[in-house]
Nanobody
Framework: VQLQASGGGLVQGGGSLRVSCAVS????????VAWFRQAPGKEREFVSV????????YYGDSVKGRFTISRDKAKNTVYLQMNSLTPEDTAVYYC???????????????????????WGQGTLVTVSS
């Protein structure tokens, strides 16, 4: 199983950027995909998660109303549209996945990195002031 994050770059404050996470390899029939980010000297922070169906979505408090997660199951790709970016959004963005082990989306510790089994390499997003 491989997760490939892409789309990072340099953007001015107030601008927008979309990052993508392509999932490939032998994977369980259903899986949830999340985005985390990590700024220098800080812990990894939960950004958003999208359940297998695409209808169950959660966001971290710092990005609510500005970021939108979506998935294209046909392409096995999850997107994170980031709007109204600020320098505080500067970080390496990682996508992560976990197999769906329950019928309903499991919200228990969904914002914790250790709940995810597979990780991409990260893509750097830099927001200038």
């Amino acid at each position: 199983v491989q997760l490939q994050a892409s789309g990072g770059g340099l953007v001015q404050g107030g601008g927008s950027l979309r990052v993508s996470c392509a999932v490939s390899g032998r994977f369980p029939l259903s899986y949830d995909v999340a985005w985390f980010r990590q700024a220098p000297g800080k812990e990894r922070e939960f950004v958003s998660v999208c359940g297998w169906s695409g209808s169950t979505i959660y966001y971290g408090d710092s990005v609510k109303g500005r970021f939108t997660i979506s998935r294209d199951k046909a392409k096995n790709t999850v997107y994170l549209q980031m709007n109204s970016l600020t320098p505080e959004d500067t970080a390496v963005y990682y996508c992560a996945a976990r197999p769906r082990r329950t019928v309903l989306f499991d919200t228990n510790e969904m914002d914790k990195p250790w709940r995810y089994d597979y990780w991409g390499q990260g893509t750097l997003v830099t927001v200038s002031s």
